[in-house]
């Protein structure tokens, strides 16, 4: 018998196999469930390898039903614990549910090389789909974070089945924000690594051993996790010289992605690179799904949304909530508490999208606004019972984003740390030192993947005992390398919902520095919180010697340049009352590696030097943030 005909005589008794099935639970004398699992069928990919995946087919009396629209999840972590929140709610729907293991991953046969496959693995598996008797040939695509970038992956390569996307907090275009942000290294994926793809949770065995080229070697890789603070304080990461070199894989990459810094052929080759890839991206309607506070926003709301709206004839809908990172469900982020339908029920969300254009029911889901937003601000301050600030906030339709009405004001930074639409008048520079070794530490902010790093969303900008590269108790504002530019207390609400662009003139007396920018709403004192609140909106750095983005141009000492530093967007009702707050330093750790300022190339330096680092305020050297403020409502 020939290979081909061999393989469709296992397909064809797979079929059966699952078309007699009983449901789970038959045999236990519980009441099974209205679904069928069919676990660990390897799906061959064209080079061969292959991928295991879970299938869950409704049943009806103990038989699956055939002809149903499937909704598909590729997932690095595990799909045997992704699977439960979802794959059995949208099976009681009606739907198959197709749940894989992606390649290098659990027990997925091949290579992990981070999105870089996903693209083909992603076809190959939705074509196999449209293949089954129990498929009609409609493939939707679910999943967060990493597996929000397979979908991106698979809708660039291509697929004629996909008819409709959720890319949930999803991870793209990572060379210029996400993995490396304007040329610095978001230590997240350090964690992410070190942690064995498990940055959530206690040190992974299981994920260690696959990983392993040694099994004896899997206790050792798991143990990373535990002292993932002790290396990034320790870095450069060199090949070979941590338990690392046990899990080639993920070493490689490691390496390789904290030593590239241009923006090559590496970064554009990624896999999940929407924004060089927009004629590519197939035209599916996509609901794109992010959070203010989400480590991935700027892609989402800033640059594919916008882009794939105005290139593609399907509809593409916006979502932006008050969330950290793949947390739709809860209303808070971090310290700051949001009204209680802040929260979203995902499963409920998905499916209207799913009923609409995979069976084409009439649910009014493609007549809805393009965009909605969650716009923070407006709540008393108080102090809930969890501890938290309550920021209040309400949703919005809006019908594009950026919002058309926003008005883009500038801001600019004046001597005596004065920020006032005022023009700037004739002033002295601002110089501070900038020690490598004595970083500015991360509260809080766009992160993810983070594990003991650092905390999500909203912190309160005061250093505390808990975190690990805090050294003191004091307000960030108090350190003589962080340089503090506020308004004058705010005469009426105001409303900023948009992109945040700053632009600073500065200069380095050295070959290579970086700058930071932090935007602050400083709430001020009240019974609850006696010392005020100073609330993180957003945040962000470039490096100096990719200012320009592309090739490395390195500073001619004392020469001033203009940097533009985009923190990632907000819709936030600042109060009367309060102040808007502009920080700027040259470290934000460990959000982002440390440049040591030296100029030596990216992940192999050996020395250190303290640089002096200079702010201009002058007409002629205007530094400024750009407020995208919303008119008040007559």
């Known amino acids: 018998m020939g290979r081909l005909a061999a393989r469709a005589l296992a397909l064809s008794a797979f079929a059966a196999a699952l078309l007699t099935a009983a449901p789970l639970g038959a045999q236990t004398g519980v009441a099974p469930p209205p679904y069928g699992v069919e676990r660990d069928v390897m799906i061959t990919a064209r080079d061969g390898v292959k991928l295991a995946t879970d299938i869950y087919l409704p049943a009806n009396e103990g038989r699956n039903i055939l002809h149903l629209p499937t909704i598909l999840m590729r997932t690095p972590y595990d799909k045997a614990v992704r699977a439960p929140a979802f794959a059995p709610y949208f099976a009681a ?116 051993a696959r990983a392993a080229s040694d099994p004896a070697a899997a206790p050792a890789l798991a143990d990373l996790v535990n002292h993932v603070d002790e290396y990034v304080r320790a870095l450069p990461l060199r090949a070979g010289t941590t338990p690392l070199k046990f899990a080639p894989d993920y070493e490689h990459w490691l390496i390789e992605a904290m030593s590239h810094g241009d923006d090559e052929q590496f970064w554009n080759d990624f896999g999940a690179d929407v924004v060089d890839n927009v004629a590519r991206y197939q035209d599916v309607p996509a609901y794109h799904v992010t959070g203010w506070y989400d480590s991935w926003t700027l892609q989402v709301a800033n640059l594919n949304y916008p882009l794939l709206s105005a290139a593609k004839k399907s509809p593409q809908r916006l979502i932006v909530g008050p969330w950290i990172h793949s947390r739709p469900a809860i209303s808070y982020a971090g310290d700051a508490q949001f009204t209680a339908d802040a929260a979203i029920d995902l499963n409920a969300f998905q499916l209207r999208w799913f009923d609409h254009w995979l069976r084409g029911v009439d649910n009014g889901v493609d007549r809805e606004a393009p965009v909605r937003i969650y716009v923070m601000g407006g709540g008393d301050g108080h102090k809930t019972p969890e501890g938290r600030i309550f920021v209040g906030g309400h949703w919005r339709d809006e019908p594009a984003w950026p919002l058309a009405r926003a008005v883009p004001t500038a801001y600019y930074l004046h001597p005596g740390g004065l920020l006032s639409p005022r023009a700037p008048e004739a002033a002295a520079p601002v110089s501070w030192l900038f020690d490598p070794h004595k970083p500015v530490p991360t509260l809080g902010g766009n992160i993810s993947s983070q594990g003991n790093l650092a905390t999500q969303g909203v912190a309160d900008q005061r250093c505390r005992s808990t975190l690990p590269f805090c050294t003191d108790t004091n307000p960030l504002s108090a350190r003589n390398d962080v340089i503090v530019f506020q308004t004058a207390p705010l005469e009426q609400d105001t409303e900023v919902t948009g992109p945040l662009v700053v632009k600073l003139w500065a200069s380095s007396d050295g070959p290579d520095t970086d700058f930071t920018a932090k935007l602050i709403d400083e709430y001020p004192p009240s019974a609850d919180f006696p010392g005020g609140f100073d609330l993180n909106v957003g945040d962000s750095i470039v490096r100096a010697r990719y200012r320009d983005g592309g090739k490395a141009q390195f500073l001619e000492p004392g020469r001033a340049y203009e940097f533009t530093i985009e923190l990632y967007p907000t819709s936030l009702l600042v109060k009367r009352g309060h102040r808007l707050r502009l920080d700027v330093s040259s470290s934000n750790f460990p959000r982002f590696d440390v440049n040591p300022n030296t100029g030596e190339p990216l992940n192999d330096n050996r020395q250190w030097r303290t640089a002096r680092n200079t702010l201009y305020l002058d007409p002629a050297r205007p530094s400024r943030i750009i407020l995208p403020i919303v008119p008040a409502s007559p």
């Open 93 to 208: 729907h009606g739907y198959a549910v197709v749940v894989q293991d992606v390649r290098g991953r659990y027990h997925s046969q091949g290579h992990w090389n981070a999105l870089r496959d996903d693209g083909a693995d992603g076809a190959d598996t939705v074509a196999w789909i449209a293949r089954q008797p129990w498929s009609d040939g409609k493939v939707g695509t679910v999943g967060t974070s990493y597996e929000g970038g397979t979908q991106h992956a698979l809708a660039i390569n291509g697929a004629p089945s996909l008819k409709a996307m959720i890319p949930l907090f999803a991870m793209s275009d990572v060379g210029r924000y996400g993995v490396r942000h304007n040329g610095a290294f978001e230590l997240r994926f350090f964690n992410w690594v070190f942690s064995m793809g498990d940055p959530g949770g206690p040190p992974n065995l299981i994920a260690a």
